[in-house]
């Protein structure tokens, strides 16, 4: 059973002045049938019957404790005058007035220490709520986090390891055009976007085309004059809700991903309506970008075999520059290499003929088997990888004809860390003309 004793301020209205004149018949009704010679207790050093009021100020606060205390005073005055007590018994009104001040005291003491309880009820329940909705947030998002760990556990996303896949499922295509390849490069973007709800589609003179050539999720019609839309193709690139021009407007889309080549030609764009919350970071929204680049050009030219010869120099000279880009606008590293065998004979053949053949998987090398020359670009390389690289070509040409690159003439004509400028860069596609 509920009880209110200890609570107060939770005891119904009608129950508080019930138990205020209980205690106050108690303390004007007892001294008469027990003491009524001596109703007041002046004899006794104590009057016994102010206990009822203070017990009143103490539970109920000072108003009902002064009404109290002045209903047993108004109370014993009437019974004196109603001839019930004695006349002749003592009113002490000093102890009277000091008993009635003790009774306020108490009432305002019990008052302040109920204000101040009730504030720091307030306060403990808001602290309360703040902690419920945190501790929810912080469950929810640790679930999330180990949902991520586990799906990252089985699926890494690694740039290398994406865009080797872009390559080897783009090259398997009989057509390489965009309509025959819409489902492969959705696909794509579907696995390592986290992406939920999308649709490729056609682009031509920088307007989307109906409908849709693949998609996942029921997607609604697009518009061009959506405000990310426009901002893809105004920037020439992947633009998010998290991009200042894109989130001036209400846009309907949370990523819109040209399918760009290296000449800033659109071909495709895949617009996405809705994304797990953890892919709109950074680096997702890079490996997206870089992705869709990388198929742009796929879809432009024809070779995809990464071992080129000279008529081939076209094609190298765009993915030099595609990968300068790259540098310059996501800071992904990438470095190039020339090198070139100053004399020419059989070990120097053998040795760079084994070189081709050790290419490192995202590596595309342009070979001039009559000039005996290998340009090497490394995409997503950084230095340590590049010396790492020139270390184990040393090693190579050891194992492999017993002398070491100096001693073979074979030199590192040229080695270039990108991001570079364009008249560098200029000189640098011209090496091998």
């Known amino acids: 059973m509920k009880t209110h004793f200890l609570r107060p301020r939770d005891v119904p209205e009608l ?30 050093g104590f009057s016994w019957p102010v206990l009822g009021p203070l017990l009143v100020a103490l539970r109920y606060g000072f108003s009902k404790g002064f009404i109290s205390i002045l209903t047993l005073l108004v109370g014993q005055l009437l019974l004196i005058q109603s001839n ?10 000093n102890a009277m007035i000091g008993y009635i001040i003790v009774v306020m005291v108490a009432g305002e003491f019990r008052d302040v220490w109920e204000r101040t ?17 945190f501790t929810r947030q912080y469950h929810l998002i640790s679930s999330s986090h180990d949902r991520i760990e586990q799906m990252l556990a089985g699926h890494t996303l690694s740039l290398r390891e994406s865009l080797q896949a872009v390559r080897e499922s783009i090259g398997k295509l009989k057509e390489r055009r965009l309509d025959s390849a819409a489902e492969v490069i959705l696909n794509l973007f579907i696995e390592y976007g986290s992406i939920e709800k999308a649709g490729l589609y056609k682009v031509e003179n920088d307007k989307i085309q109906e409908p849709a050539l693949a998609s996942v999720g029921k997607m609604s019609e697009p518009s061009n ?17 998290k991009n200042p021009k894109a989130s001036s407007g209400d846009s309907k889309y949370h990523i819109a991903i040209p399918l760009i ?49 000279r008529e081939e120099s076209p094609y190298f000279k765009r993915q030099v520059k595609h990968a ?38 995202l590596d595309i090398y342009l070979y001039d088997n009559e000039k005996q020359v290998l340009l090497i670009l490394m995409p997503l390389a950084d230095e340590l990888e590049k010396d790492g690289f020139v270390m184990r070509m040393n090693s190579w040409c050891k194992e492999r004809t017993g002398k070491t690159l100096q001693e073979l003439d074979i030199i590192i ?14 000189k640098l596609v011209a090496l091998h003309d």
Request: one cysteine or more; glycine letters at 4%.
């Open 15 to 44: 129950q508080i002045w019930a138990e205020v004149c209980f205690f106050t018949a108690l303390a004007l009704g007892l001294p008469v049938l027990f003491n009524a010679e001596d109703p007041y207790w002046t004899q006794g």
């Open 84 to 93: 019930i007590l004695d006349p002749q018994s003592e009113f002490n009104i």
């Open 117 to 133: 309880n009730q504030q720091q009820s307030i306060q403990l329940a808001y602290v309360s709520d703040r902690l419920e909705k």
């Open 225 to 241: 004059s959506d405000p990310l839309i426009a901002a893809m193709f105004d920037e020439k690139e992947l633009v998010s809700l």
């Open 261 to 309: 080549d290296v000449n800033d030609t659109i071909y495709g764009a895949i617009l996405v309506e809705k994304v797990k919350f953890f892919a709109l970071k950074e680096n997702t929204l890079t490996l997206l970008a870089v992705m869709a680049g990388h198929i742009g050009d796929l879809l432009r030219h024809e070779i995809t075999n990464p071992i080129m010869t």
């Open 324 to 361: 300068n880009k790259e540098a310059k606008r996501y800071k992904i590293p990438s470095h190039f290499l020339k090198v070139n065998a100053l004399s020419i004979n059989d070990e120097s053949r053998r040795l760079m003929e084994y070189l081709t053949e050790a290419r490192r998987g």
């Open 413 to 426: 004509e040229q080695e270039v860390a990108f991001p570079v400028n364009k008249d560098e860069l200029s």
